[in-house]
Nanobody, 119 residues
Framework: QVQLVQSGGGLVQPGGSLRLSCAASGSIFGIATMNWYRQAPGKQREWVASVTSGGSLAYLDSVKGRFTISRDNAKNTVYLQMNTLKPEDTAVYYC?????????????WGQGTQVTVSS
């Protein structure tokens, strides 16, 4: 089992910045990727960014150049730095750990945190 605890988020004006954190604990050995997703009201959850155990990064096109995902292995924590925020970034943000155990992949989710971009 992997436990993910999120922090950060809140209300920010357009153009502002926020940083989300996701701390992992438990059976973290074997975490293949850490991901951030978001879900806006009335919309499906969408993938935002990911970082692999090897350090490869990937981003949703609409956040490229504005969001940065990073991980601190010593703290077992992944971050999402969000800059130049737009109202359309408003959503509940979730972190997700994908753990490889042999040939199987298990997914674990954080509790979610609200990000609201509004003037």
């Amino acid at each position: 089992q992997v436990q993910l605890v999120q922090s950060g988020g809140g209300l920010v004006q357009p153009g502002g910045s926020l940083r989300l954190s996701c701390a992992a604990s438990g059976s973290i050995f074997g975490i293949a990727t850490m991901n951030w997703y978001r879900q806006a009201p009335g919309k499906q959850r969408e993938w935002v960014a990911s970082v692999t155990s090897g350090g490869s990064l990937a981003y949703l096109d609409s956040v490229k150049g504005r969001f940065t995902i990073s991980r601190d292995n010593a703290k077992n924590t992944v971050y999402l730095q969000m800059n130049t925020l737009k109202p359309e970034d408003t959503a509940v943000y979730y972190c997700k750990a994908v753990v490889k155990r042999g040939v199987e992949l298990d997914a674990y989710w954080g509790q979610g945190t609200q990000v609201t971009v509004s003037s």
